[in-house]
Nanobody, 124 residues
């Protein structure tokens, strides 16, 4: 069974940057598409971005396009989410998830395993 553990969340000022990490165990991470989702207070969980197994293909939500970057290191079984130019609307619990997909996966229902989430709070 795949286990995912996020880290790197915290409090940051608006305009600042933060990098989240997701450690993957219990599966062949190099065969998994990985995704990041977030749930803001009072809102549904939403898609943030995804990366295919090779790391060559990524997709992002429009709200984070150009500010967030997903990368992966299959040798270290980790996936990262670099977040720049953060604003108050980025405040949320961020979740890492894995999917058995050949490419990227943007739909929440495509994902099989989820981490417990890490809180990101952006102060204005």
């Amino acid at each position: 069974q795949v286990q995912l553990v996020e880290s790197g969340g915290g409090l940051v000022h608006a305009g600042g940057s933060l990098t989240l990490s997701c450690s993957v165990s219990g599966g062949t991470v190099s065969s998994l598409a990985m995704g990041w989702f977030r749930r803001a207070p009072g809102k549904e969980r939403e898609f943030v971005g995804t990366i295919d197994w090779s790391g060559r293909d990524t997709k992002y939500a429009r709200s984070v396009e150009g500010r967030f970057t997903i990368s992966r290191d299959n040798a270290k079984n980790t996936v990262s989410l670099q977040m720049n130019s953060l604003n108050a609307e980025d405040t949320a619990v961020y979740y890492c998830a894995s999917a058995r997909a050949d490419g990227t996966a943007v739909l929440e229902r495509s994902y099989d395993y989820w981490g417990q989430g890490t809180q990101v709070t952006v102060s204005s």
